[in-house]
């Protein structure tokens, strides 16, 4: 995988998630991105140049999901082809996430049905497996 990275950690004092990013193609699919989310009425904040460097990015909107999850989608990250990731244990073939990226995600939600569409309608994901866990 040449991405900079895909997981960060931050040394915040809780252990709660700072944000899910997403990633669109470009800057034109950007700004359709943010046209779906003012005609889905998301308040959303445009990422500061700090924030965009800190994440390798290029640009940035941050807002929260249905859940109140932490969620930004972003363009242009920082791809290191000089650098592919070799993990720190052995592995039988070679580590490559691809265009898949990471794979799975499992986010709170106060209401899925909501959750579903939003990420389905508005984020433009696709999917239909939904596991519904007890939550402690």
Request: net charge negative.
């Amino acid at each position: 995988d040449y991405n900079h990275h895909r997981i960060v950690v931050h040394n915040s004092g809780t252990d709660d998630l700072d944000y899910a990013g997403w990633r669109v193609a470009g800057p034109e699919e950007f700004e359709q991105m943010l046209r779906k989310l003012d005609d889905a009425g998301v308040k959303y904040t445009r990422g500061t140049e700090a924030e965009c460097e800190e994440r390798s990015v290029l640009d940035l909107v941050k807002f929260l999901d249905p859940g109140d999850n932490p969620t930004e989608i972003y363009h242009g990250p920082r791809i290191d082809y000089h650098k592919p990731f070799h993990p720190g244990r052995g592995m039988h073939g070679r580590f490559l996430t691809g265009d898949q990226g990471l794979g799975h995600i499992i986010l709170r939600q106060f209401d899925t049905a909501k959750a579903y569409r939003f990420y389905i309608d508005v984020l433009g994901m696709r999917g239909n497996i939904e596991y519904h866990l007890p939550v402690p």
